[in-house]
């Protein structure tokens, strides 16, 4: 089954510590992307990605960072410059469906920090 | 002004009942409008695209109004399976990567 692989699912970290949540898609997908969801909040665009070795900052990447070496990978960075960083992170990717650039999303990665 | 309002519920429905969900935006040049489905702790899974026909998918129909910039999400003959959240997503104009979300609408339907 083609999908959006995240891993790990669950991540503690201590204060200080980077932590890098990995992303692997076999959809063939073009585009990716890091999205951040708080309780009571939309989702928020971290970084995104249209194609291999590019990336474009989305709404709040301060405190992250991405590469995309690889079609089917884009990994996300969490570092210590990351003020709260508690939070469920989405990996999606896209493709453009009858002129709509349609997301399909991983099954997330929830980060503690302790 | 928040770019994509909806009403956060909980819209608590029976069984069997039909309900509504609306969704305002305020970027006169979006261009792509989706309804995703969210679990509790779950990823968000698409539910359908909204065109400015309005289209149906079985007991889903979307409509889209650009004129009052809101869209719609009507759910008839409701399931317990359709508990959830639902999400209006909205794109900050035409041929973007970017996406505006709203906070969702939170669906319990009651046996």
């Known amino acids: 089954d083609g999908g959006i692989t995240q891993s790990p699912k669950y991540l503690f970290r201590k204060e200080g510590q980077n932590v890098t949540l990995s992303c692997e898609q076999n959809l063939n997908h073009d585009a990716m992307y890091w999205y951040r969801q708080d309780p009571g909040q939309g989702l928020r665009l971290i970084y995104y990605s249209q194609i291999v070795n590019d990336f474009q900052k989305g709404d709040i990447a301060e405190g992250y960072s991405v590469s995309r070496e690889k079609k089917e990978s884009f990994p996300l960075t969490v570092t210590s410059a990351q003020k709260n960083p508690t939070a469920f992170y989405l990996c999606a990717s896209s493709i453009w469906v009858s002129g709509a650039n349609v997301l399909t999303f991983g099954a997330g990665s929830r980060l503690t920090v302790l | 002004r928040k770019e994509v309002e909806q009403d956060p519920g909980p819209f608590n429905v029976p069984e069997g009942a039909t309900v509504a969900f609306n969704c305002t935006y305020s970027?006169?040049?979006?261009?792509?409008f989706f309804w995703y489905r969210q679990d509790c702790r779950k990823e968000p899974k698409l539910l359908m695209s909204v065109y400015s026909s309005g289209n149906e998918d079985g007991r889903f129909t979307a409509q889209l109004n650009r004129a009052s910039q809101y869209i719609s999400l009507l759910i008839r003959d409701s399931k317990l399976s359709d508990s959830a959240t639902y999400l209006c997503?909205?794109?900050?104009?035409?041929?973007?990567?970017?996406?505006?979300f709203g906070t969702g609408t939170r669906l319990k339907v009651l046996a």
């Open positions: 997503v909205v794109s900050e104009g035409a041929g973007t990567y970017k996406y505006i």
């Open positions: 970027n006169s040049a979006s261009q792509s």
